[in-house]
């Protein structure tokens, strides 16, 4: 089945980089939108950055210039840069993508989260 597996949380602290990593297996066919999403403690997911599978990304108003997304379309894998990380950054990271697979037509699938902490 289709896993999208997530790696580089951490903690860091303000000012920090970090970079995260999602890349999608088992059966991937195709990969179209990938994207990042965070929540908080206590609040909503909510959307952080977006990448189409031609390559153009959006971003939340709250990270536009200390964020970065891109994607390897080879490899199935989406890249969050985080620069300049704020302790509002904190939050629980999830990797969700729209993928055609061996099993399923174009369907939505999520990662298992992976921990930011922005803390001093």
């Known amino acids: 089945q289709v896993q999208l597996v997530e790696s580089g949380g951490g903690l860091v602290q303000p000012g920090g980089s970090l970079r995260l990593s999602c890349a999608a297996s088992g059966g991937v066919r195709v990969v179209y939108t990938m994207a990042w999403y965070r929540q908080p403690p206590g609040k909503q997911r909510e959307l952080v950055a977006g990448i189409l599978d031609t390559g153009r990304p959006v971003y939340a108003d709250a990270v536009k210039g200390r964020f970065t997304i891109s994607r390897d379309n080879a490899k199935n894998t989406v890249y969050l840069q985080m620069n300049s990380l704020k302790p509002e950054d904190t939050a629980v990271y999830y990797c969700?993508?729209?993928?055609?697979?061996?099993?399923?037509?174009?369907?939505?699938?999520w990662g298992q989260g992976t921990q930011v902490t922005v803390s001093s």
């Open positions: 969700n993508a729209d993928i055609t697979s061996d099993f399923q037509e174009q369907a939505n699938y």
